[in-house]
């Protein structure tokens, strides 16, 4: 019977441990769901995936942001780390920021990248 019980905790704990990786495939937000209720993620964290579209560096100001693109929509995110290339897959975490929201439309949306994934 401890048998049992050990190998039952070992896969309990395996599920939890796995649950909380970042590069499993699956928990990505897709795009459309930002675009559509910006206001249900403003401040938020999410993960994103697909391909870049556009890049854009203004290198006076300190400014850096790629377009990312999923089956469901594109998204603009800003980062401080490397560029990554035109038509590159990617998968990042970030926090949804928009300048502002007026009648539940976003001005300025974007995500700000805390950490790239892929």
């Known amino acids: ?31 459309k769901d930002i675009l559509t209720a910006p206001i249900s993620f403003e401040g938020k964290e999410v993960k ?7 890049v854009t560096k203004l290198p006076i100001v300190n400014f850096q942001k790629f377009e ?5 929509g594109k998204i603009s995110v800003t980062t401080l780390g490397r560029l990554p290339a035109v038509n590159a897959d990617v998968a990042l975490k970030g926090t949804v920021t928009s300048t ?16 790239r994934l892929k």
């Open 1 to 31: 019977m401890t048998k049992r019980y050990a190998f039952l905790a070992v896969a309990i704990g395996t599920v939890m441990m796995l649950a909380g990786c970042d590069y499993l495939p699956f928990g990505y937000t897709p795009i």
């Open 48 to 54: 994103l995936k697909g391909k870049v579209k556009e």
């Open 68 to 72: 990312v693109q999923d089956e469901t």
């Open 100 to 115: 502002a929201i007026i009648g539940g439309h976003a001005l300025g949306l974007h995500v700000k990248e805390t950490e």
